[in-house]
């Protein structure tokens, strides 16, 4: 079995998906312990249905955990790295629990690790991530009004910490924080405890959109639906046409990533302020950080507008651009639509051909 466990739960936007590429395509080069990942998005399957299942009485569960992590009981590794930011959401009593009954390695030899972004940050970056997959597409004030208590982090940090206690390590998802200014580097030399590594490709995954981009990929889902959606949805990708829509876009995203991304408005922020104040400041003392999170909430109103952003077409492309996009993302639209009708043909056809052979073997074993 592995020597120790990290168990990496997020937060959700904070570099998750680097730092599983990086471990699941083996592409570092580093010298001291042996490390042991698994499968690419290794534990946010697991972690999703911890998170909508009872751990009691749950053999199934019980069973697809200890499916997935026998692999780390049979490895030799110094170190065994389970990654899922699912886990961020599941109850900590829940997730010790489980790790009890499914693998092998000591309680005292397992840590616990998340990251976690500035308040505003983290509410900027969860937007722009909920309209990328047509979860929502209001706006920004809206979203806040949602899901702040995703960015409230104090009461959430003490529940880890009051299970966990010494075996949680929390670290900030802050430039100047991280290693190299890069959570791949940060992951290795905190988490992991090494130092001397080196990578063979990129540690830049799932870059955020420009405001372009953003409106763009905005306009496809509202298509799509056929409303404004302003209420989160559950996450839905429309397999091939999404992709290719993602790949017209790239070059775009590659041209203005970093411009014009998504700010607060004043008025957004001086509410934001206020309501999270005490958060922050509870946050830096539960974390000792000394106020650090707490001159980051502040520091986001040195970057807020006057104005709110709009993600209309028509704020960030002329009116040739506009009406080109409106006319290809149309086309996507309607080949979407058509991609369902046909799946779903399909789905049926399949469904009636397995109950007709069913059918038909019964009535042979009863003729025999």
């Not at 168990?7 to 042991?36: C, F, M, N, R």
Request: hydrophobic letters at 35%; one cysteine or more.
């Amino acid at each position: 079995m592995v020597k120790s466990l990290v168990v990496h739960v997020g937060d959700p936007k904070t570099g998750t998906t680097a730092i599983q590429e990086i471990l699941h395509s083996g592409s570092y080069v580093q010298a001291g312990p042996s490390l042991y990942y698994g499968e690419r998005l290794n534990a946010n399957a697991l972690g999703q249905r911890l998170k909508e299942q009872r751990v009691h009485s749950n053999p199934e569960l019980v069973g697809r955990w200890t499916q997935h992590l026998n692999c780390y009981n049979e490895s030799a590794a110094d170190i065994g790295i389970l990654s899922g930011e699912t886990l961020a959401r599941v109850k900590p009593a829940h997730l010790k629990q489980m790790l009890h009954e499914t693998i092998d390695v000591k309680a005292e030899n397992i840590k616990i690790v998340i990251y976690l972004r500035p308040h505003v940050d983290a509410l900027c970056s969860r937007y722009v991530q909920n309209v990328k997959t047509g979860q929502f597409s209001g706006d920004i004030e809206q979203f806040y009004f949602l899901q702040n208590l995703y960015v409230r982090y104090a009461k959430r940090v003490e529940r880890w910490l009051k299970v966990f206690g010494d075996n949680l390590f929390v670290f900030p998802y802050i430039d100047e924080c991280l290693k190299n200014s890069d959570v791949v580097y940060d992951f290795f030399s905190k988490a992991l405890g090494i130092d001397d590594v080196s990578f063979e490709s990129s540690t830049q995954f799932n870059r955020s959109p420009s405001l372009r981009e953003l409106s763009a990929i905005r306009y496809y889902y509202i298509k799509l639906y056929g409303e404004q959606i302003n209420e989160i949805r559950s996450f839905r990708v429309h397999g091939k046409p999404r992709v290719k829509l993602d790949e017209l876009l790239r070059e775009e995203r590659e041209k203005h990533s970093g411009e014009n991304e998504i700010k607060l408005h004043k008025g957004l922020w001086e509410k934001i302020a206020v309501e999270l104040r005490q958060d922050s400041e509870s946050l830096d003392r539960i974390l000792n950080t000394n106020g650090l999170y707490t001159r980051e909430l502040e520091r986001a109103g040195e970057t807020a507008i006057d104005a709110p952003q709009s993600l209309e077409l028509s704020a960030h492309f002329d009116r040739e651009e506009e009406r080109m996009i409106r006319t290809l993302l149309s086309c996507v639209v309607e080949l979407s639509q058509q991609l369902d009708e046909q799946k779903a043909l399909l789905d049926e056809r399949h469904t009636q051909t397995k109950t007709r052979t069913s059918l038909q073997g019964t009535a042979l074993f009863q003729s025999t």
